[in-house]
């Protein structure tokens, strides 16, 4: 057995679990999950310096940057005193896919080894990947279920708060909606209160849809690619909030849309390459009931018919065959050309593809896959921002803004 510390059960009391902040939202109602069942968690916030120069302190500076940084977070808040080594635990999240995201508990542990030897690491999967039996940290099946709820709920806020505050009239207006309801939903969480989504769905809606918006059309802007990097203010510098300064809609597909592609992988993988198993029809259910509660998502919100609903997962899915087959799933795999056909057809054609340094898998899949997209979508304008430690600021706004100055160009036109 590997020697490193282990979650202990009796940790659940005395443990506070850090966790980087991937999803704003999203994470916030999962840690309310997390904490009905009893655990203690804090979200990892910071954005000093520290966290890169910790990363690149701690890991070998070719790791992908996405491991930097969340390593980086970690050794940052361990070291700053705020929490005491004896009683914290670290949690990290991993798809389990072939890629190198599966590693990073590894190098974290490593990494642990000389200096906080007494700080154990927490798994964040949904397919068992860590087995130690000792292990104290348990994902029952109602906690998942309840767990991949809060990522719907907060899909849902995610997109209404996003098409809101864009064009909000009174400044603050929608942070104001969107922090009333992640009190709300992260309140309902907590009791169990979770299942009837029609109802949130449809309050959601009402309450947002009462914001004085600004009817002015905007430039909408997708954002596509690596998960972490996608989603994390850390990651992509606050590219959501830089992207409304310049008078943008970011356009961000939502996380459950991942969760779908992880599911459709494990049966595709079997059909594809013969290796059925008794989870392969568990893995197809599993697709199907989630793909049923977007469909709820997309039927809510056209019903509603004020904001603009998802992209349907299985119309995106029929239609990238044109330019990828399904069996390329390492990384985000399809699903980013996916997503860059969906947004383009949808008339969202410009489109930004964020690539953490070290991702070989997302350049072939994003960057690589752009011309192929083009030549359906001629209009498309798509950029690849890179992420990485030595990249600056002001040189990835000054590209988006480049990119920007073409879509108003084609816009007047
Ligand atoms: S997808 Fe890219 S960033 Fe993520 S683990 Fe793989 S190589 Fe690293």
Redesign the pocket.
């Known amino acids: 057995m590997e020697d490193y510390a282990i979650f202990t059960p009796e940790m659940k009391e005395t443990h506070t679990i850090l966790i980087p902040n991937m999803l704003p939202i999203q994470f916030r109602l999962l840690i309310s999950v997390f904490e009905s069942y009893g655990y203690h968690f804090a979200l990892l916030e910071s954005e000093s310096r520290t966290v890169v120069e910790e990363g690149l302190k701690n890991v070998h500076n070719d790791t992908?940057?996405?491991?930097l940084l969340c390593i980086g977070q970690f050794m940052e808040a361990l070291k700053s005193g705020k929490y005491d080594p004896n009683k914290t635990a670290l949690m990290l999240p991993q798809t389990g896919g072939g890629?190198?995201?599966s590693n990073?508990i590894h190098l974290l542990r490593k990494c642990l080894r000389d200096t906080f030897p007494q700080v154990p690491v927490i798994s964040l999967n949904f397919v068992g990947l860590e087995k130690d039996p000792r292990n104290g940290w348990r994902m029952t099946m109602p906690m998942i279920i309840r767990g991949i709820y809060s990522i719907i709920y907060g899909d849902m806020l995610m997109t209404l708060y996003n098409q809101c505050r864009s064009y909000e009239l009174v400044k603050g207006s929608s942070k104001k909606k969107l922090d009333k309801w992640i009190r709300i939903m992260e309140k309902e969480l907590r009791k169990g209160n979770y299942t009837n989504t029609k109802k949130y769905y449809r309050a959601m809606l009402k309450d947002f849809a009462k914001i004085e918006r600004s009817s002015v059309p905007r430039i909408k802007v997708g954002i596509v690619g690596?998960?972490?990097?996608k989603y994390s203010p850390l990651a992509n510098n606050h590219l959501e909030d830089f992207l409304i300064s310049e008078g943008c809609e970011p356009v961000v597909p939502s996380m459950l849309e991942f969760i779908l592609y992880w599911a459709i992988n494990k049966y595709n993988d079997a059909r594809l390459y013969g290796r059925y198993t008794k989870a392969t029809p568990v893995y197809h259910m599993i697709f199907r009931m989630f793909y049923a509660k977007q469909r709820e998502v997309i039927r809510e919100m056209t019903a509603h018919g004020v904001f603009t609903p998802p992209h349907d997962f299985e119309k995106m899915r029929a239609s990238v065959s044109r330019y990828i087959g399904q069996g390329v799933n390492?990384?985000?795999g399809w699903l980013i050309p996916a997503e860059m056909g969906a947004l383009a057809e949808s008339g969202t054609e410009n489109i930004i593809c964020t690539q953490?340094f070290?991702?070989?898998?997302?350049h072939i899949i994003a960057k690589g896959m752009s011309r192929a997209i083009k030549e359906y979508y001629p209009n498309a304008n798509i950029i690849a921002i890179d992420y990485d430690p030595g990249a600056t600021r002001v040189n990835q706004e000054n590209r988006i803004k480049l990119m920007l100055a073409n879509a108003k160009t084609a816009q007047m036109q």
């Open positions: 992908c940057y996405p491991a890629c190198r995201a990073y690596e998960i972490y990097v390492m990384g985000e953490p070290g991702c070989l898998p997302n």
